[in-house]
C-alpha cells in the first residue's frame, strides 16, 4: 500500500536556492507547454497523444529524466480526466500551472531512481539537474544539487517519484516521497477509542474524543484575513478599465488567498489526527456535510462554507490523513446535535447564540462542542468519559497554537481529565 512522507527542503545558500527555482519554473513551463497542445488537440478533435518532443528544448535545464517525469505525470493526469468522462462524471481537461506573465506554480517530479535522501543529523536530499544548471551554478559535471531536509521519515520502504513544489506564500520549499509499505507494516492506532467531529466556519473543527478530550480549532482569525484579500481583490477590480475582469495583481491575490486557506487547512487536519492516533482514537465520525452545503439565504454563511472553509477538499484531506494513520472515518449524519440539549435530549426549545447553546432546563455550554459530543454518544458503542476542559486552538501562519485561558500556559492548555465538561 501507498503512503506519503512529506518534509520541507532548505537550499543551503542563496545560489542553490536560486538554482531550484530555475529548475521548477523549468519543469512547470514544460507542463504548460505540453497542457496547451493537448487542449489545442483535444478542441480541435485531434490526438491528445500525439505531442512535439521536449527533450531538447529542456533537458538542459532539467534533465532528460525529468523530462520524461513531467511529460508521464502530464499524460496521467490526462488519463484520469478521459477516464471521469467515461463513467459521465464531470470533468475539467488539465490546466495550467499559471504563467509566466503572472507567475507559475513552481513544481516538479524526480524519478525514483534519481534521488536520494539520507536521514540522521544532518538530513540530505540530491536531485539532478541539466547541464545548463551544472555549469550555470557551479555545480561540476557529475555533482547534483544537494539540499538540506527537515522532518523525519514516517514511512520507509520502496521509495517512488519525489514531488517537488514551493510555497511563495511561506517561502518554503516541500517535498513528496510516496513509500510503498507492505500491509503487515501499517500503522493502526495503540486503543480502539472513537472520537466525533462537527465542522463548521467560525470553529473549523469542535472534536470530542470517548476519552473525555475536546478540542477546539478557531477559525474568526482565519476567515478575517480570508475576507481582507476578498476586500483587496474587490478594490483593485473596481479600478480596471472597462471590458477587463482580471489582472496580474488580481490572480496573484486569488492564488495567496487559496494558499493561505489550503496550508492551514492542511496543517489542522495533520495536528488532529496525530494528536487522536496518540490517544488510541481508532475511529472518526465526521458529519455528512449534505444539507450544509445547501445555498444558504446568508452570503456571509455561503462565503464561509464554500469559499473559504473548502468543506469537501477537507473532508476529502482528512479521510487521506486518517488512512495514514490506520483511522477509520465514517460519514454519518449529525442532524439535530448542535441544537440538542444534553442534559434533557431537548432540540426545540433550545436556543443558539453565538457559540453559546442554552436550554430551558437550565443547560448552557459551547454549542459546537456540544455537538461534537452529542454526535460521539450517538454514535459510540463505547463508554464516552465526562469530558475535560477543552484545548482551544488558533492558526499564527504556520502552526495551531493552543488559544490559553487565563493564568495558564501560554502555549498550550493541557486537558484535566477530572473536570466535567463545559456548562456541567
Known amino acids: 500500500m501507498k503512503r506519503v512522507n512529506t518534509f520541507k527542503v532548505v537550499p543551503q545558500t542563496e545560489n542553490d536556492k536560486e538554482c531550484l527555482l530555475r529548475l521548477l519554473d523549468a519543469s512547470a513551463s514544460l507542463w504548460n507547454e505540453l497542457t496547451y497542445e493537448r487542449r489545442q488537440n483535444y478542441f480541435g478533435d485531434g490526438d491528445v497523444w500525439d505531442t512535439s518532443e521536449y527533450r531538447g528544448q529542456y533537458n538542459g535545464v532539467v534533465g532528460s529524466a525529468t523530462v520524461q517525469q513531467v511529460t508521464r505525470k502530464n499524460s496521467e493526469a490526462w488519463r484520469s480526466f478521459f477516464a471521469l468522462k467515461e463513467k459521465g462524471e464531470y470533468a475539467n481537461p488539465p490546466s495550467y500551472w499559471g504563467n509566466e506573465e503572472d507567475g507559475r506554480e513552481l513544481r516538479t517530479y524526480i524519478r525514483c531512481n534519481q534521488y536520494t535522501i539520507q536521514w540522521g543529523k544532518r538530513s540530505r536530499l540530491e536531485i539532478p539537474v541539466g547541464q545548463e544548471l551544472k555549469d550555470e551554478y557551479g555545480l561540476g559535471y557529475h555533482e547534483r544539487l544537494r539540499l538540506e531536509v527537515r522532518g523525519n521519515p514516517k514511512w520507509d520502504g520502496k521509495q517512488g517519484r519525489l514531488e517537488l513544489e514551493y510555497d511563495e506564500v511561506s517561502d518554503t520549499f516541500r517535498a513528496f516521497q510516496p513509500v510503498s509499505v507492505p500491509d503487515s507494516r501499517l500503522d493502526s492506532p495503540l486503543a480502539s477509542s472513537e472520537a466525533a467531529l462537527d465542522v463548521g466556519a467560525n470553529n473549523l473543527v469542535a472534536c470530542s474524543t470517548a476519552t473525555g478530550n475536546q478540542y477546539l480549532y478557531d477559525g474568526r482569525e482565519l476567515f478575517g484575513r480570508f475576507r481582507e484579500t476578498t476586500d483587496e481583490i474587490a478594490r483593485q477590480q473596481s ?125 448552557e455550554g459551547h454549542a459546537d462542542l456540544t455537538a461534537s459530543e452529542t454526535f460521539l454518544r450517538e454514535n459510540s458503542d463505547t463508554e464516552v468519559r465526562p469530558m475535560a476542559r477543552p484545548v482551544r486552538f488558533e492558526w499564527d501562519d504556520h502552526d495551531w497554537s493552543g488559544k490559553p485561558h487565563p493564568h495558564e500556559s501560554p502555549k498550550e492548555v493541557r486537558t484535566n481529565p477530572q473536570v466535567d465538561s463545559v456548562g456541567r
Open 239 to 363: 479600478k480596471l478599465r472597462e471590458g477587463r475582469y482580471s489582472s496580474k495583481r488580481i490572480r496573484r491575490l486569488y492564488r495567496q488567498r487559496t494558499k493561505r486557506r489550503d496550508h492551514a487547512q492542511n496543517a489542522l487536519v495533520r495536528d488532529l489526527v496525530e494528536r487522536l492516533y496518540d490517544e488510541g482514537v481508532a475511529t472518526v465520525y465526521v458529519g455528512d456535510l449534505t444539507d450544509v452545503l445547501e445555498t444558504h439565504w446568508s452570503v456571509r454563511v455561503n462565503e464561509k462554507t464554500h469559499n473559504f472553509w473548502a468543506f469537501k477538499k477537507f473532508i476529502h484531506r482528512l479521510a487521506c490523513v486518517c488512512e495514514e494513520y490506520g483511522i477509520s472515518l465514517e460519514v454519518e449524519s449529525e442532524a439535530w446535535t448542535s441544537q440538542t440539549c444534553p442534559e434533557c435530549g431537548d432540540h426545540e426549545e433550545t436556543i443558539r447564540h453565538g457559540d453559546t447553546l442554552t436550554c430551558p432546563c437550565g443547560f
